[in-house]
């Protein structure tokens, strides 16, 4: 861990537009002025990539660190050849995040949610001395974990135990990552409850999710890559969406793109996907609603058990909030594309097949649902599109590697005594 010059920025607020210093590890407006995304307003107009510093922090223009963490790759941006010539495209550029050391993608535990956790556990962070909680579907967890074991900050991690297979790692994690589950059926929306009802303790603090400006810029960091790479802004963004905080943060990456004033000045649509049966977004979008439809909570358990990939299901994204995907859909003239496990198999095959790496369930949705683009001629032939993988590699990482599985602390149900809960929780910590 190295101490960096703190980036220079102001929060922002998207609703009033009040501005305020990043202090206390702020995640709202501090006028609370309804549901609204702050953001980071940074002084450097102008992206300077700054090859000398390693993984992600080349890009610490644009990210609200003021350190470096060890351990950190970067999202990779190339040309596709092989699954450009199965769509008939002459500009796909792929952004690689995940395993793959012959194009220097090294991210280990090969999902983009590195990019989240190396940016917030960089950020100024006036809770150092107490103990950060992730709520997750999996990928996160699994980042989060690799990032605070490596440097040693305290974590205490709640996953669905559903979700317990992607809790892997390449080494034992250190003492300070703690992981309580929500029982078996509990989907990421439990998890996320459980969260709450630990953050309600003194020594615990949430990491923030989508409101968190580090998550989501350093998210945005995969359109660093893509814009810095091609030498211009895509005509078009595909992506696979959970939380659509991914897309969120492209969103607010293109915008500072613009103002840069070298790459052009238009809006990449942003076209995002989710897997069949489990399309709150996808349905409210196609509604033309703001806010999601109502979905019986145990309708929304069963339908994410049933999906390919499990990390898009949060039943709770920040969607109908100001500065959330539905203002950026709108704003980018985008759309929502809706995926069958059957097109995500499909799509793991042709993947693999076309670029020569493995990929996971959820970026096969969003290869799936570029080929739906391709077929509805929602794309032109000739545009410029980034399709961001947003996990990749684990089955190359998992044949070089004898992997550790981390064992949960404890089990919760999802209906336990929220006292019970704290004081269990507590108790990992002594």
Same mark, same amino acid.
């Given at each position: 861990?190295?101490?960096?010059?703190?980036?220079?920025?102001?929060?922002?607020?998207?609703?009033?537009?009040?501005?305020?210093?990043?202090?206390?590890?702020?995640?709202?407006?501090?006028?609370?002025?309804?549901?609204?995304?702050?953001?980071?307003?940074?002084?450097?107009?102008?992206?300077?990539?700054?090859?000398?510093?390693?993984?992600?922090?080349?890009?610490?223009?644009?990210?609200?660190?003021?350190?470096?963490?060890?351990?950190?790759?970067?999202?990779?941006?190339?040309?596709?050849?092989?699954?450009?010539?199965?769509?008939?495209?002459?500009?796909?550029?792929?952004?690689?995040?995940?395993?793959?050391?012959?194009?220097?993608?090294?991210?280990?535990?090969?999902?983009?949610?590195?990019?989240?956790?190396?940016?917030?556990?960089? *950020?100024?962070?006036? /809770?150092?001395? %107490?103990? !950060? =909680?992730?709520?997750?579907?999996?990928? #996160?967890?699994?980042?989060? +974990?690799?990032?605070?074991?490596?440097?040693?900050?305290?974590?205490?991690?709640?996953?669905?135990?559903?979700?317990?297979?992607?809790?892997?790692?390449?080494?034992?994690?250190?003492?300070?990552?703690?992981?309580?589950?929500?029982?078996?059926?509990?989907?990421?929306?439990?998890?996320?409850?459980?969260?709450?009802?630990?953050?309600?303790?003194?020594?615990?603090?949430?990491?923030?999710?989508?409101?968190?400006?580090?998550?989501?810029?350093?998210?945005?960091?995969?359109?660093?890559?893509?814009?810095?790479?091609?030498?211009?802004?895509?005509?078009?963004?595909?992506?696979?969406?959970?939380?659509?905080?991914?897309?969120?943060?492209?969103?607010?990456?293109?915008?500072?793109?613009?103002?840069?004033? *070298?790459?052009?000045? /238009?809006?990449? %649509?942003? !076209? =995002?996907?989710?897997?069949?049966?489990? #399309?709150?977004?996808?349905? +409210?979008?196609?509604?033309?609603?703001?806010?999601?439809?109502?979905?019986?909570?145990?309708?929304?358990?069963?339908?994410?058990?049933?999906?390919?990939?499990?990390?898009?299901?949060?039943?709770?994204?920040?969607?109908?909030?100001?500065?959330?995907?539905?203002?950026?859909?709108?704003?980018?003239?985008?759309?929502?594309?809706?995926?069958?496990?059957?097109?995500?198999?499909?799509?793991?095959?042709?993947?693999?097949?076309?670029?020569?790496?493995?990929?996971?369930?959820?970026?096969?949705?969003?290869?799936?649902?570029?080929?739906?683009?391709?077929?509805?001629?929602?794309?032109?032939?000739?545009?410029?599109?980034?399709?961001?993988?947003?996990?990749?590699?684990?089955?190359?990482?998992?044949?070089?590697?004898?992997?550790?599985?981390?064992?949960?602390?404890? =089990?919760?149900?999802?209906?336990?005594?929220?006292?019970?809960?704290?004081?269990?929780?507590?108790?990992?910590?002594?």
């Amino acid at each position: 861990m190295n101490t960096l010059e703190k980036t220079d920025y102001i929060l922002e607020s998207r609703c009033c537009g009040t501005k305020f210093v990043d202090e206390k590890w702020e995640l709202d407006c501090p006028n609370r002025d309804g549901a609204a995304l702050i953001f980071a307003n940074y002084a450097k107009k102008q992206l300077e990539v700054k090859e000398n510093l390693p993984g992600l922090y080349k890009y610490s223009d644009w990210l609200p660190v003021c350190r470096v963490l060890k351990g950190s790759g970067a999202p990779v941006t190339y040309k596709s050849e092989g699954l450009a010539r199965e769509f008939g495209l002459s500009n796909l550029y792929i952004t690689f995040n995940g395993y793959w050391p012959e194009i220097g993608a090294w991210m280990e535990t090969g999902a983009f949610k590195e990019c989240e956790a190396y940016s917030v556990c960089a *950020r100024v962070n006036a /809770n150092s001395d %107490k103990v !950060m =909680v992730v709520a997750s579907a999996g990928n #996160t967890a699994r980042a989060f +974990a690799r990032v605070c074991s490596e440097n040693k900050i305290p974590l205490l991690l709640c996953v669905p135990e559903d979700c317990l297979e992607a809790m892997w790692s390449a080494q034992p994690l250190d003492s300070c990552v703690k992981l309580v589950v929500t029982s078996k059926g509990s989907d990421y929306f439990d998890a996320i409850h459980l969260s709450n009802v630990v953050c309600e303790l003194e020594q615990f603090y949430p990491e923030g999710g989508a409101k968190n400006v580090a998550r989501r810029d350093g998210m945005g960091t995969t359109v660093l890559s893509a814009v810095t790479t091609i030498g211009r802004i895509p005509d078009y963004y595909f992506q696979a969406v959970g939380s659509g905080t991914g897309a969120i943060a492209a969103w607010e990456a293109n915008k500072r793109f613009i103002a840069d004033g *070298r790459y052009g000045n /238009n809006l990449m %649509k942003l !076209m =995002v996907s989710q897997n069949i049966p489990f #399309t709150p977004m996808y349905d +409210a979008w196609k509604a033309g609603s703001r806010s999601l439809l109502p979905v019986d909570d145990d309708v929304a358990r069963r339908q994410a058990e049933v999906i390919s990939a499990k990390v898009l299901s949060n039943r709770k994204p920040p969607y109908s909030l100001k500065g959330g995907l539905f203002d950026a859909l709108t704003e980018t003239g985008g759309d929502v594309f809706a995926v069958t496990n059957e097109e995500t198999a499909w799509a793991l095959t042709l993947f693999e097949k076309a670029e020569g790496i493995d990929i996971e369930p959820a970026a096969a949705v969003a290869v799936a649902s570029l080929k739906q683009a391709i077929e509805q001629k929602a794309v032109e032939k000739d545009a410029v599109i980034m399709l961001n993988i947003t996990g990749g590699g684990i089955g190359r990482f998992k044949s070089e590697h004898e992997l550790v599985y981390k064992k949960p602390d404890c =089990v919760f149900s999802v209906d336990e005594d929220p006292e019970i809960i704290r004081e269990t929780v507590m108790g990992l910590f002594v």
